[in-house]
T-cell receptor
Framework: EPEVTQTPSHQVTQMGQEVILRCVPI?????FYWYRQILGQKVEFLVS????????KSEIFDDQFSVERPDGSNFTLKIRSTKLEDSAMYFC?????????????FGEGSWLTVV | GNSVTQMEGPVTLSEEAFLTINCTYT??????LFWYVQYPGEGLQLLLK?????DKGSNKGFEATYRKETTSFHLEKGSVQVSDSAVYFC???????????FGAGTRLTVKP
């Protein structure tokens, strides 16, 4: 069964460092997403991406964050200068379409620890 | 705005017990409703969904009915197994699915 894959599964970084989280969405999907889950809290929407541009983003997704689809298969989340409060599980997701009710498939997550 | 409230855990049950995890929502329009499950060490997996009122989503013995009158989407299973131990998330999407809202998650532990 096709799946969304994410790397790394766990990364520890020092505050102020740049981090890139990588994702390979399901191959025929067109919509890509990043969500995050701070330990013990809700899963929160960060950003959605379609047709090589951001289609929607939340308040969390400030100037420190960026996303990119550098080639036909990868979808990356970059945090330019990490803060302690960026420590969370980051989930990449993809869907075939963006319309209401379409299933979003999630990866296993990348656990980011900022020290 | 749109939001989801689900029963706080943790929930601990014996094998073969009946499970209910409550979920209520607040949304404008006609959202789609989902239950996702996260097994230990794994990502979020879609368990079931319902896209309109009175629809029943079902999978692996789990069921949930989209109740517009009570704005609810409670998850039920008649007889849980140890392998059902996981965290369950109720979620909602509206408009174009870009902004899926999740509940806080309910951790279920099933003991033999």
């Amino acid at each position: 069964e096709p799946e969304v894959t994410q790397t790394p599964s766990h990364q520890v970084t020092q505050m102020g460092q740049e981090v890139i989280l990588r994702c390979v969405p399901i191959s025929n999907h067109l919509y890509f997403y990043w969500y995050r889950q701070i330990l013990g809290q809700k899963v929160e929407f960060l950003v959605s991406f379609y047709n090589n541009e951001i289609s929607e983003k939340s308040e969390i997704f400030d100037d420190q964050f960026s996303v990119e689809r550098p080639d036909g298969s990868n979808f990356t989340l970059k945090i330019r200068s990490t803060k302690l409060e960026d420590s969370a599980m980051y989930f990449c997701a993809s869907s075939a379409e963006g319309r209401l009710g379409n299933t979003i498939y999630f990866g296993e997550g990348s656990w980011l620890t900022v020290v | 705005g749109n939001s989801v409230t689900q029963m706080e855990g943790p929930v601990t049950l014996s094998e073969e017990a009946f499970l209910t995890i409550n979920c209520t929502y607040t949304a404008t329009g006609y959202p789609s409703l989902f239950w996702y499950v996260q097994y230990p060490g794994e990502g979020l997996q879609l368990l079931l969904k319902a896209t309109k009122a009175d629809d029943k989503g079902s999978n692996k013995g789990f069921e949930a009915t989209y109740r517009k009158e009570t704005t609810s989407f409670h998850l039920e299973k008649g007889s849980v197994q140890v392998s059902d131990s996981a965290v369950y998330f109720c979620a909602l999407s509206s408009d174009n699915n870009n902004d899926m809202r999740f509940g806080a998650g309910t951790r279920l532990t099933v003991k033999p």
